[in-house]
T-cell receptor, first 115, second 112 residues
Framework: DAGITQSPRHKVTETGTPVTLRCHQT?????MYWYRQDPGHGLRLIHY???????DKGEVSDGYSVSRSKTEDFLLTLESATSSQTSVYFC??????????????FGDGTRLSIL | QKEVEQNSGPLSVPEGAIASLNCTYS??????FFWYRQYSGKSPELIMF????GDKEDGRFTAQLNKASQYVSLLIRDSQPSDSATYLC????????????FGKGTTLSVSS
């Protein structure tokens, strides 16, 4: 299995509080991604990173920020959590392939509930 | 808007049968195609990837790609109850490092 660790695995918090989710990889892969998965919507990209301090927005980036200060760590922050951000969050990593994207490998996920 | 379409199912097959899962995509420039399996409450797990037109086999799994028809499929031979899961089709754009576009998944149920 790809060496990806997400923390925490479960979190319950209140509306308006800040929340930070961490993704740590031991594979030294260049690319890292944050997705959320909701019933009826499938997996949707929040933000991704293509190197240290290099990040870009995905499909559903509003209300989220990210940081990547080291190759191995990619943080997702909800500055002021809302109930609509209740979801399961997955981190994924991939390495470059000559033909384009290599496969992405996923962490175990964080189940976040905002009351 | 780039889209990946899958029939949500459930697709029900008896044990030992062939399960056929299908996926269509909208971006004609897509170059990489992936199938993930996701058990309930778990993370997506990569089972197959294919880059070229034709078939690619790995054990009981065969991925089929037809770029002209913008169609990719996954065949599971000798289906087992342990294959019961949601199968996600994912398509990559023609640019390294960009994220994949996922379909919403097809739920497969294999009955013993």
């Amino acid at each position: 299995d790809a060496g990806i660790t997400q923390s925490p695995r479960h979190k319950v918090t209140e509306t308006g509080t800040p929340v930070t989710l961490r993704c740590h990889q031991t594979e030294n892969h260049r690319y890292m991604y944050w997705y959320r998965q909701d019933p009826g919507h499938g997996l949707r990209l929040i933000h991704y990173s293509y190197g240290v301090k290099d990040t870009d927005k995905g499909e559903v980036s509003d209300g989220y920020s990210v940081s990547r200060s080291k190759t191995e760590d990619f943080l997702l922050t909800l500055e002021s959590a809302t109930s609509s951000q209740t979801s399961v969050y997955f981190c994924a990593i991939s390495e470059t392939k000559p033909t384009g994207e290599g496969p992405q490998h996923f962490g175990d996920g964080t189940r976040l509930s905002i009351l | 808007q780039k889209e990946v379409e899958q029939n949500s199912g459930p697709l029900s097959v008896p044990e030992g049968a062939i399960a056929s899962l299908n996926c269509t995509y909208s971006d004609r420039g897509s170059q990489s195609f992936f199938w993930y399996r996701q058990y309930s409450g778990k993370s997506p797990e990569l089972i197959m990837f294919i880059y070229s037109n034709g078939d690619k086999e790995d054990g009981r799994f065969t991925a089929q790609l037809n770029k002209a028809s913008q169609y990719v499929s996954l065949l599971i031979r000798d289906s087992q109850p342990s294959d019961s899961a949601t199968y996600l089709c994912a398509v990559g754009a023609n640019q390294a490092g960009t994220a994949l576009i996922f379909g919403k998944g097809t739920t497969l149920s294999v009955s013993s």
